[in-house]
């Protein structure tokens, strides 16, 4: 069995007084894609800084790849690529220099640091870029910059603090089209987001944090499918369709002018209750993580 | 407290504000050159009109070490605090740069020993202009470039101390005219410190480094006038020395979190 590429145990990050991650413990594999979620302030940049080495563990233990992060942050920054959260990209240089003043710090020889960067410019569709300076970039591009920056040392790790975030659907789409084929050639990949629906779809597995302590973990679909139904139904909020309700002892929920019904049997559901009264609207979805959270937390992630 | 060591990737660093520097020569070239342009015309031959010879030295020959001092501490010392505040927190650079193998310490260091080559840019720049005019010896002057090392190191600390302890880019104003400028003025410079009180005289050459750097620079183009070059040079090393490691140390501070 290979060892671990992450190892946290009982990891806890204060700030002063404040905990901003509370004793919270995980392991990530070879190859895997590993989400780690939640709302705004629950504490994925401290995790992912700490990961990275460029914020001191308060206690608890991180191991990244097979190395304690207190013992070893050259080591490990040299074999790991990091996308932080807020843009870092070198004003004062051109798209090209980003990538070949970065590798320097690598100790990756010119020739080489230059032919790497015209293949990740390459690779993400930056090349009509190459010379311009990052000003003129738009938010997916430099986005995308950032992620070929963090990948000029080949590292056998890369994180990525909310690498999609503040980006329109489009430029996300696109990187994750690109993070997809990164996955495919067997990178491990840590990555945080607060959009479910993104991770439900691109992680093998994941952590969804609240308020620093680690709420739910898993794949995507046995977190859903330990705690919910397969199907969701929404009906608008009406009283004939309350009283049916009632009448049949469905338990439902209620959201403002929706009511929600889960059932691992949606097609039987849709024909009795059309057949017992006629609700104004009715949508039949799969559950979601964003579901999971609301009921466990009785808030929504994204607000 | 735990140091990281400091390797050669200080020179990555250093490498990284060299790049940018060289890719707008044009424009970095032109301060110190107009600067000293215009000091020495304004002063020299300006206000120097004016003034007798100090201590048998004509007035241009005086002020001109000064304006190379003045050059030292401007080029490197501006470059940490505004340059370097720039960097650290507006364009994060110092946190892409920590995310390599690049440690903190590394990043420090790289930021001074870069204030330190500018300040040996801005002397090679201002000499010939001095030269042109006629106001210093050389060979002997060309020793400005070491010591223009020397002084940019200093200063550049200074100012990454001043970087580490700034809450905005605002309150950087404060150390400028609260010490630097009153420094320009009570150093040597455009008047001898001779001609102030005796306690003044000791507090300059206890406390202010401009006062040795000018002194230091003084003894190199007029060799005439070197009463505490030795003692000069001794406070400016040891007085680096110990503000570099203050500036890592609340550079840590600031940035370890
Ligand atoms: N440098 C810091 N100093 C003090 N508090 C911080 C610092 N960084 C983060 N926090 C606090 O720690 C908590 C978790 O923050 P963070 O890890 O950034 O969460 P997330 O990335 O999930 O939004 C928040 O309450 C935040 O305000
Ligand atoms: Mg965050």
Redesign the interface.
């Known amino acids: 069995m290979t060892s671990p590429v992450i190892l946290a145990d009982g990891l806890v990050k204060r700030y002063g007084n404040l905990v901003a991650v509370d004793s919270v413990s995980f392991r990530v594999d070879e190859g895997e894609v590993f989400g780690i979620l939640g709302p705004n302030g629950a504490g994925k940049t401290s995790i992912i800084r700490m990961i990275s080495c460029t914020s001191p563990v308060t206690s608890g233990r991180l191991e990244v790849l097979g190395l304690p992060v207190d013992g070893f942050p050259r080591d490990i920054k040299a074999r790991i690529g990091v996308v932080s959260q807020e843009n870092n990209l070198d004003p004062d240089l051109s798209v090209y220099e980003n990538l070949t003043v970065f590798a320097r710090f690598f100790e990756i020889n010119r020739a080489e640091a230059s032919r790497r960067a015209d293949e990740l410019i390459g690779f993400f569709g930056l090349s009509e870029k190459r010379d311009t300076v990052i000003e003129s970039l738009s938010g997916g591009m430099k986005r995308r910059l950032t992620i070929a920056r963090a990948l000029i040392n080949r590292p056998s790790l890369v994180i990525l603090d909310e690498p999609t975030t503040g980006l329109d659907p489009q430029a996300r789409a696109l990187i994750w089209e690109r993070l997809r084929a990164l996955r495919s050639d067997g990178a491990t990949i840590i990555l945080s987001t607060h959009y479910l629906e993104e991770a439900e779809r691109f992680c093998d597995r994941l952590v969804i944090l609240d308020r620093g302590k680690i709420l739910l973990t898993g794949s995507p679909g046995e977190i859903i499918s330990e705690r919910m139904s397969r199907a969701l139904i929404e009906i608008m909020n009406e009283p004939d369709v309350r009283a049916w309700l009632d009448q049949e002892g469905i338990s439902y929920e209620v959201y403002g002018d929706l009511l929600q019904i889960t059932t691992d049997t949606p097609e039987d559901f849709v024909r009795r209750i059309v057949a017992a009264c006629t609700p104004q609207r009715l949508l039949v979805r799969n559950s979601t993580l964003e579901d999971v959270f609301l009921r466990q937390t009785g808030r929504r992630l994204i607000r | 407290m735990m140091h ?1 060591p400091v390797s050669r ?1 200080v020179v ?1 660093v250093w ?2 504000n060299f ?2 520097f060289l ?1 707008t020569w044009q424009v970095s070239f032109l301060p110190p050159i107009f600067d000293s342009l215009f000091f020495m015309l304004a002063l020299g031959y300006g206000l120097g009109q004016f003034v007798q010879d100090i201590g048998g030295v004509d007035y241009p020959r005086f002020v001109a070490p000064a304006i190379v001092a003045i050059g030292i501490m401007n080029a490197s010392y501006y470059e940490t605090t505004y340059g370097s505040f720039v960097r650290m927190y507006y ?3 110092f ?9 903190i310490e590394e990043v420090i260091v790289g930021e001074i020993l870069w204030g330190g080559t500018k300040a040996v840019i801005y002397t090679a720049l201002i000499l010939p202009i001095l030269a042109l005019f006629g106001v210093i010896s050389l060979p002997g002057s060309l020793l400005l470039l070491p010591l223009g090392l020397l002084g940019g190191l200093l200063f550049g600390a200074i100012g990454l101390c001043f970087t580490a302890w700034t809450p905005s880019i605002d309150t950087l104003n404060y150390p400028s005219f609260l010490l630097i400028t009153p420094m320009m003025v009570l150093s040597g410079t455009f008047f001898p410190l001779d001609s102030l009180p005796s306690t003044v005289q000791y507090i300059a050459f206890a406390l202010l480094p401009l006062a040795h750097l000018v002194s230091l620079a003084r003894a190199l183009t007029l060799p005439s006038t070197a009463p505490f070059a030795f003692f000069s040079l001794s406070w400016l090393v040891v007085a680096t020395g110990l503000v570099m490691l203050l500036s890592v140390r609340l550079m840590r501070r600031r940035l ?2």
Request: no cysteine; aromatic share 0%.
């Open positions: 990281g990737r990555h490498g990284r790049h940018v890719r364009q994060k650079t946190d892409a740069l920590i995310a390599t193998p690049v440690t370890v979190v």
